[in-house]
């Protein structure tokens, strides 16, 4: 409750997370949703014991994640994306029985268990290959084997599907989703800046920025929080800047953009449909050319710019 992490240089101060706040239920898989350098990572490296809260006091699975981090520690495990942990000269095999000694396994289970998570994720006929030979996808699946191997009561999942190809993120969630059932008690806390991947996995979701908690909710009511609200998407041929003007547009609640094949596509959140005669006026005025204009059900995408003011992508880059 209250955590809290500040980062002190010669130079600045800079919180990572301020005052946050979270109760998650067991059995729930939770998202922490939130783009680059909002605090996501910071809060996981807390709950996992790997970074020490400057304030506040947080619980994971019952236990102190300061005072009685030993107790707590074999009952977790995390999966981070893009990680790189072990020896490229070992075989998966081999690397995956070296981290079950390290968490203290029986030899034996140990091998079987790895066998077993191995074929679940269409890792058996790569389980002799060095790991330097294995694609991104196939070593993000052989650390998610490492991260269920010792059946932990609670799993982070930290941007687990970044920098993957769709068929391995597809493969991924749908690992987990499966280890989540075989024990409704299991509760697993992803955190990613995956719009879509948030809105399809997870029972509840927290949109953090800035370190701090902007709201928390299903996904459905988070969507809920734009509903009485036109959605419009309004693609422009290129030319001169316009988000800007567009935002100052009487009735315009919030918009974002993004450039796709050549085209602006902007997401507009209007109070209603007579908005969007004054959002063309001021197109046209611009010289801007409409390749295309559509209304469609809101997102958490849109439920993101509405409540942050600006879209994900803008965030990162600011």
Known sequence: MGLGRVYKTRSETVTALDSVDLKIREGELFGVLGPN??????????????????????RVDGFDVVTEYRRLRPRISIVSGGENAG???????????????????PSGPARARIDELLERLGLADVANRQI???????RQKMNLVRGLMTDPRVLFLDEPTVALDVGAARDLRQEVGRWMEEDPTRTVILTTHYMQEADDLCD?????????????????????????????????????????????????????VREEDGIDRFS???????VLTNVISTVERSGRRVAGLAKRQPTLEDAFVKLVGRSMSEEEAN
Not at 89 to 100: C, N, P, Y
Not at 132 to 138: C, H, I, R, T
Not at 217 to 236: C, F, I, M, N, W
């Open 204 to 256: 509840r979701i927290a949109i953090v920025n800035k370190g701090r908690i902007v709201i928390e909710g299903t996904p459905h009511s988070l969507k809920a929080e734009v509903q009485r609200d036109v959605v419009v998407d309004l693609q422009l041929e290129p030319g001169t800047p316009l988000l800007d003007r567009l935002r100052e547009v009487e009735g315009v609640g919030a918009a974002s």
């Open 37 to 58: 350098g909002a605090g996501k990572t910071t809060l996981i490296k807390i709950l996992v014991t790997l970074l020490l809260p400057t304030s506040g006091t947080a």
């Open 268 to 274: 507009l959140l209007l109070v209603d449909d007579g």
């Open 87 to 105: 020896y490229g000269i070992l075989k998966v095999r081999e690397q995956l029985w070296m981290f079950s000694q390290f968490y203290g396994m």
């Open 132 to 138: 330097s030979g294995l694609s991104s996808g196939m």
